[in-house]
Nanobody
Framework: QVQVVESGGGLVQPGGSLRLSCVVS????????MSWYRQAPGKQRDLVARYPLTGSRIYADAVSGRFTMIREIAENSVYLQMNSLKPEDTAVYYC?????????WGQGTEVTVSS
């Protein structure tokens, strides 16, 4: 059974940085399109970044240039390096593993950007 576990969230001041981690167990990360989503209070869950099997990484306009998605095959993990954080980045961040349309979600990790 494939499992996805996120970690690394927390409280950070505006302008600060955080690095979220997502560890996949039960299967090789090579088989999956990996994505990060986020859901702010009262809003829908939106795509933040995607690491496709081939081609370039994809970023939402709101985070482009500030966030970087990294894939480490040896660790069976993906990371989301978040820099220059803004209050509007406050949300629960979810990791998603997609294998031919079959999706596995993590439980989410909360990020709060506030002074």
């Amino acid at each position: 059974q494939v499992q996805v576990v996120e970690s690394g969230g927390g409280l950070v001041q505006p302008g600060g940085s955080l690095r979220l981690s997502c560890v996949v167990s039960g299967s090789s990360i090579n088989r999956y399109v990996m994505s990060w989503y986020r859901q702010a209070p009262g809003k829908q869950r939106d795509l933040v970044a995607r690491y496709p099997l081939t081609g370039s990484r994809i970023y939402a306009d709101a985070v482009s240039g500030r966030f970087t998605m990294i894939r480490e095959i040896a660790e069976n993990s993906v990371y989301l390096q978040m820099n220059s954080l803004k209050p509007e980045d406050t949300a629960v961040y979810y990791c998603n593993a997609d294998f031919l349309g079959e999706e596995v979600w993590g439980q989410g990790t909360e990020v709060t950007v506030s002074s």
